[in-house]
């Protein structure tokens, strides 16, 4: 077994396990597969603790599949087992997950920030859905600052009318 990250109190994760790795300003994801070892999409940029340069990983269109160990892919930065959509989407079988994860190390495969990132990837891996909530969740967050600034807008337009009229 594996030793014990210092920034991970509990014990070892299980294989087929979803780990999420809290760098700078967004989460970067990878699939324990045991002894210690992750399978990750790694961008060009993603380096363990590497912060604002990891973001620079949004301009490449290209990534390769890395089998590490989690405390080298986590660096400095806390992580945790997040395994969050199993009551959603039953995982598929262990075997199958690190199978799949196994065969696509060292392979170079499309990278796309909104549609094909690490959290894309392990999703696909661990359940058969590829799917990342950050990307929803910055979507949502972007539709609302767009509504909220809308109506600033129209209540800044109002306003200016109102005083006009009053004029």
Not at 40 to 52: F, Q, W, Y
Not at 99 to 127: D, I, M, P, W
Request: proline content about 6%.
């Amino acid at each position: 077994m594996a030793s014990r990250h210092p920034l991970m109190p509990w014990p070892e994760p299980k294989p087929g396990d979803l780990i999420e790795i809290f760098r700078p300003m967004y989460s970067h994801w990878a699939i324990y597969v045991g002894d210690g070892y992750v399978i990750h999409l790694a961008p060009p940029s993603e380096i363990a603790g590497a912060g604002v340069a990891s973001i620079m990983s949004a301009l490449t269109d290209k990534a390769i599949v890395k089998k590490e160990l989690l405390r080298v892919v986590a660096g400095r930065d806390k992580f945790r087992v997040n395994n969050k959509h199993d009551k959603e989407y039953t995982p598929l079988p262990l075997n199958k997950i690190i199978q799949r994860a196994e065969e696509l190390v060292g392979q170079e495969v499309l990278y796309k920030l909104t549609s094909e990132n690490c959290e894309h990837f392990v999703n696909e891996l661990r359940y058969g859905v590829a799917r990342s909530d950050q990307v929803t969740d910055a979507i949502k967050a972007a539709g609302l600052a767009t509504v909220g600034l809308a109506a600033l807008g129209l209540v800044g337009v109002m306003f200016s009318r109102n005083r006009k009229q009053k004029q």
